[in-house]
């Protein structure tokens, strides 16, 4: 069974840093290029971040680059999401999704809430 499973979301003050973490289970995970996508409340879903197979190339957000970061562990089937310098804007709901030329799968999302 596909499966993945995000953690790591929460509150946190502007200028403090989080980071999310999403296992993946039921597909070849070092097979896939992994993406993190966000969505606040009445926005649409916005891309944050990709990283290719291999981990070898990443892409971000003109919104987060410089301040997030994407990495990914092929051994341990994890992609994460370092955060910092977080701002208020940055608040939403965000989703792992794995996707290679045939299959793209969805995790749940987990919330990170930026604020004073």
């Known amino acids: 069974q596909v499966q993945l499973a995000e953690s790591g979301g929460g509150l946190v003050q502007p200028g403090g840093s989080l980071r999310l973490s999403c296992v993946a289970s039921?597909?070849?995970?070092?097979?896939?290029?992994m993406r993190w996508y966000r969505q606040a409340p009445g926005k649409g879903r916005e891309l944050v971040a990709s990283i290719t197979s291999d981990g070898g190339s990443t892409n971000y957000a003109d919104s987060v680059k410089g301040r997030f970061t994407i990495s990914r562990d092929n051994a341990k089937n994890t992609v994460y999401l370092q955060m910092n310098s977080l701002k208020p804007e940055d608040t939403a709901t965000y989703v792992c999704?794995?996707?290679?030329?045939?299959?793209?799968?969805w995790g749940q999302g987990t919330q990170v809430n930026v604020s004073s």
């Open positions: 039921g597909f070849t995970f070092g097979s896939y290029r």
């Open positions: 999704n794995a996707l290679n030329s045939w299959y793209t799968y």
